[in-house]
């Protein structure tokens, strides 16, 4: 996923050395940076969690609205609950 804005701001993260040489081979393998495989992973995750929010409304706007299953109700509420 890209984003369309042309505006990007710089951030600074920690990593351990172990994990950062494992980045370097990565982005290596990958023809790219540490930067931008990072990015590329922060934008999915964005992305990821855009979609599963979008799919929650509507899935709860279907509950809201629910479901006819078919069939009628022929019987009162007193008739099924006779005592």
Avoid at 21 to 50: F, H, M, P, Y
Avoid at 70 to 76: C, H, K, N, P, Q
Wanted: net charge positive; no cysteine; charged share 30%.
């Amino acid at each position: 996923m890209s984003t369309t804005s042309s505006a990007s701001q710089n951030i600074t993260i920690r990593l351990d050395q172990r994990t950062v040489r494992r980045a370097k081979v990565l982005a290596a393998k990958r023809n790219t940076s540490i930067s931008r495989l990072i990015a590329q992973q922060i934008e999915t995750l964005v992305g990821e969690d855009d979609a599963y929010e979008q799919a929650r409304r509507r899935a709860l706007a279907l509950l809201d609205r629910g479901f006819h299953l078919g069939g009628r109700i022929e019987a009162s509420r007193d008739e099924w609950h006779e005592r």
